[in-house]
């Protein structure tokens, strides 16, 4: 008998959740059974499935999950590492978010929207601020301020790359990211006059 290995089993779920999620995105939450399931799985049967969720509503949350995770480690990979690199990501990482994750965001948000996962949807995003709040500070480091003097304009501008992903509201980002990098440029002003006259006093 093959022994069990939890990495190989850790493995094998996360490429099942993200066959899973490809499942959903192509023929949509109602149209897709446990069979095309298996199918995007490369799985003969339903108890091979099984083996990983003990059902399609676990298929559906984790797999809605394991996506989310992986768009908030995409704001993280591509986080500015100066004051000089920030303009550039303020514009240019929303139309990226939406031209390759757009439609994954549409589907996150009809699961999360629909009172059958309301809960599970509650339960992860409730989650968010601390993992955010982990994110801000390395921004914060990168960008020579404090932590509470960026959070609220990093909130915002987490709400704002969401909000097109889901819409593509050129006008509401353009206003939104002007604002937020303006907002951005008194922080730096500011911050930078309070350590001058910590070293002057």
Same mark, same amino acid.
């Given at each position: 008998?093959?022994?069990?290995?939890?990495? =190989?089993?850790?493995?094998?779920?996360?490429?099942?959740?993200?066959?899973?999620?490809?499942?959903?995105?192509?023929?949509?939450?109602?149209? &897709?059974?446990?069979?095309?399931?298996?199918? /995007?799985?490369?799985?003969? &049967?339903?108890?091979?499935?099984?083996?990983?969720?003990?059902?399609?509503?676990?298929?559906?949350?984790?797999? =809605?999950?394991?996506?989310?995770?992986?768009?908030?480690? @995409?704001?993280?990979?591509?986080?500015?590492?100066?004051?000089?690199?920030?303009?550039?990501?303020?514009?240019?990482?929303?139309?990226?978010?939406?031209?390759?994750?757009?439609?994954?965001?549409?589907?996150?948000?009809? =699961?999360? *929207?629909?009172?059958?996962?309301?809960?599970?949807?509650?339960?992860?995003?409730?989650?968010?601020?601390?993992?955010?709040? *982990?994110?801000?500070?390395?921004?914060?480091?990168?960008?020579?301020?404090?932590? %509470?003097?960026?959070?609220?304009? /990093?909130?915002?501008?987490? &709400?704002? *790359?969401?909000?097109?992903?889901?819409?593509?509201? %050129?006008?509401?980002?353009?206003? @939104?990211?002007?604002?937020?990098?303006?907002?951005?440029? @008194? =922080?730096?002003?500011? @911050?930078?006059?309070?350590?001058?006259?910590?070293?002057? *006093?």
């Amino acid at each position: 008998m093959k022994k069990f290995d939890p990495a =190989v089993y850790k493995k094998r779920k996360c490429e099942c959740l993200d066959k899973c999620f490809q499942a959903f995105m192509d023929n949509g939450l109602e149209n &897709t059974g446990l069979q095309l399931l298996c199918k /995007y799985c490369g799985f003969k &049967t339903n108890q091979a499935l099984y083996h990983y969720f003990e059902s399609k509503d676990m298929i559906i949350t984790e797999s =809605v999950q394991y996506a989310m995770i992986k768009f908030e480690r @995409e704001f993280m990979k591509k986080a500015p590492r100066s004051r000089a690199d920030l303009k550039n990501y303020l514009e240019k990482f929303p139309r990226w978010m939406q031209k390759n994750y757009g439609e994954h965001m549409r589907f996150v948000y009809q =699961v999360y *929207t629909s009172p059958k996962y309301k809960k599970q949807g509650y339960d992860f995003f409730s989650g968010i601020p601390k993992r955010y709040d *982990t994110f801000i500070h390395h921004i914060a480091k990168n960008l020579d301020v404090s932590f %509470e003097s960026i959070q609220a304009l /990093y909130y915002l501008y987490i &709400t704002s *790359t969401l909000q097109f992903a889901l819409f593509k509201d %050129e006008v509401y980002l353009d206003v @939104e990211v002007n604002a937020i990098y303006n907002m951005c440029l @008194e =922080v730096f002003e500011a @911050e930078d006059r309070k350590k001058l006259n910590s070293i002057n *006093t």
